[in-house]
């Protein structure tokens, strides 16, 4: 911890601890910069010291402080969280449904998904392929067979442009693209043609991770 920042949490708990009463709301307002978890650390051992030496109304008034604090903190990071994976989410949702799109819109033309692709490569990452099954399965719950082999038959072009992709990681791109057909998989009939198609995709797709995986360890000297 900074000596002076550790001097300014002495001096706010020594004000804090020898305000009238009722004036300590606006002293943590006026020093709300300080208000961290090293503040409340040196909060528990000023609590500490003061109850080996008998002042037990100081120590029990810095341990409540610190504990509402501290729950204070904790809701925020909580809040903060749950806030960056929603967007986080959100961000990754909208560029699938883009390409989905895009496929539809295009007739699966490689001239559009590619620059697609390229524009935000950094997104193609295990996280994309989270977010394509979670998407996809709501797209696809409740929905007539029509639709479903609209939306499974996208993907599954978006899936084949991905792994043939040739730009980004091309492990973790067989990986999206697996997770894709594995999805069209489960909403085709079995036995018949198009089960086959995507069937042999997905065969291929394990053999291409397995190639892929195997030069990935040549390149990093393991040989295992």
């Given amino acids: 911890m900074d000596e002076t920042r550790a001097q300014a949490y002495l001096q ?11 004036e300590e709301p606006q002293i943590l307002e006026d020093n709300v910069e300080l208000l961290d978890r090293g503040f409340l650390e040196a909060c528990e051992l000023i609590a500490s010291t003061l109850a080996q030496q008998g002042g037990e109304n100081g120590a029990n008034f810095l341990r409540n402080l610190a504990s509402q604090l501290g729950e204070f903190m904790d809701m925020n990071e909580e809040r903060d969280s749950n806030n960056s994976e929603g967007e986080n989410f959100q961000e990754y949702a909208s560029f699938f449904l883009e390409l989905l799109q895009a ?3 295009s007739n699966s033309n490689i001239a559009v998904i590619y620059p697609m692709l390229a524009e935000r490569e950094h997104l193609l990452n295990a996280r994309f392929a989270e977010v394509l099954q979670q998407v996809a399965q709501k797209l696809i719950t409740d929905e007539n067979p029509e639709t479903i082999s609209s939306v499974i038959a996208l993907i599954e072009n978006l899936s084949n442009h991905i792994i043939e992709f040739p730009l980004g990681n091309k492990l973790t791109n067989i990986e999206i693209a697996i997770i894709g057909y594995q999805i069209v998989l489960n909403n085709r009939e079995p036995g018949s ?8 995709n997905l065969a291929i797709a394990y053999s291409d991770r397995i190639k892929a995986s195997r030069a990935q360890n040549l390149e990093t000297g393991d040989r295992t």
């Fill in 103 to 105: 496929e539809q819109d």
């Fill in 193 to 200: 043609a198009k089960f086959a198609q995507t069937e042999n």
């Fill in 12 to 22: 706010l708990i020594h004000t804090l601890l020898n305000c009238p009463n009722g």
